[in-house]
T-cell receptor
């Protein structure tokens, strides 16, 4: 089955640090990847849609200069949280779509828990 | 405004019984609806997809119904097992770009 790998799974760092999270599709090519954020006991909130070779589309209220997304290849998208602060602490999850068909499921990584001290 | 509602209270059932979870939506006209399972500290795992022109979909012990008149989907797990304990999320596709909007999820606890 389609596997999405996310790395790292856990990050603890000081305020002001920039953190990069990688999302890889291991056995398929993903033209589109999605980045979500999830707070405890809440649902997933879409942050941005990442298309290979083009700029990401950010959801309303998500700062594109704060959350930098790069989708340089069909198997890798990265999310960089720049100058992270404690309020950026959250669970970040990526997903990838295997097919260009819009009605196909998304395959999710196992998430990255980010804790900013 | 668009809203997807799932029962935020945990559903506790006895092993062997059928679990039924509800997903209601307002101000949406989704082309399809998906159900995912999420375990603590993990990403969601896709379970089932049902299209607007389908009334019911089955996969092993899972069954999903989709009533576009009631704007509701029901998710059933028959012969439930403790291993089915998890949070179940419904998600609607907002548009053809397959950007999913998720409900808040319902936590299911199956007791042996």
């Amino acid at each position: 089955g389609a596997v999405v790998s996310q790395h790292p799974s856990w990050v603890i760092c000081k305020s002001g640090t920039s953190v990069k999270i990688e999302c890889r599709s291991l056995d398929f090519q993903a033209t589109t990847m999605f980045w979500y954020r999830q707070f405890p006991k809440q649902s997933l909130m879409l942050m941005a849609t990442s298309n290979e070779g083009s700029k990401a589309t950010y959801e309303q209220g998500v700062e594109k200069d704060k959350f930098l997304i790069n989708h340089a290849s069909l198997t890798l998208s990265t999310l960089t949280v720049t100058s992270a602060h404690p309020e950026d602490s959250s669970f970040y999850i990526c997903s990838a779509r295997e097919s260009p068909n819009s009605n196909q499921p998304q395959h999710f990584g196992d998430g990255t828990r980010l804790s900013i001290l | 405004s668009q809203k997807i509602e799932q029962n935020s209270e945990a559903l506790n059932i006895q092993e062997g019984k059928t679990a039924t979870l509800t997903c209601n939506y307002t101000n949406y006209s989704p082309a399809y609806l998906q159900w995912y399972r999420q375990d603590p500290g993990r990403g969601p795992v896709f379970l089932l997809l049902i299209r607007e022109n389908e009334k019911e979909k089955r996969k092993e012990r899972l069954k999903v119904t989709f009533d576009t008149t009631l704007k509701q989907s029901l998710f059933h797990i028959t012969a439930s097992q403790p291993a089915d304990s998890a949070t179940y999320l419904c998600a609607l596709a907002r548009n053809a770009g397959n950007m999913l909007t998720f409900g808040g999820g319902t936590r299911l606890m199956v007791k042996p």
